[in-house]
């Protein structure tokens, strides 16, 4: 038996180890939304599509038809997109915190592969 795109969409939300508030969440759209479309009470559309193959990096013809890899060849890291769904749930000023926090991280690493090369 085939999946649907239904069908498809839950095991990428799956796959992701998101639930459905965090899965809805990164793409804006309710839980409930969500839901109606995994148990097919709501039709998938292609704006829906479109998104997720933009937010996640699905292969179009695996959401579509079931056919190829679930990723396309440049997979989005499951790691990030679980910082942005925690991300996304902070208010402004702690997002700031966030970013200026990475920021300084990605400076010390070139500081120490700079210096790590020149050894």
Do not use: C
């Amino acid at each position: 038996m085939e999946f649907s795109v239904n069908q498809r969409i839950k095991e990428l939300r799956e796959k992701l180890g998101l639930n459905q508030r965090e899965f809805s969440k990164l793409l804006s759209l309710s839980g409930g939304y969500i839901a109606g479309i995994e148990v097919n009470l709501r039709k998938v559309n292609d704006r829906l599509i479109k998104l997720i193959i933009s937010q996640f990096g699905v292969n179009e013809e695996w959401l579509r038809h079931g056919k190829g890899e679930m990723f396309s060849k440049k997979k989005i890291d499951e790691k990030a997109i679980k910082i942005l769904s925690l991300y996304k749930d902070l208010p402004p000023h702690f997002q700031d915190v966030v970013l200026g926090t990475i920021e300084l991280l990605r400076k010390a690493n070139e500081t120490e592969n700079k210096r790590k090369s020149a050894k």
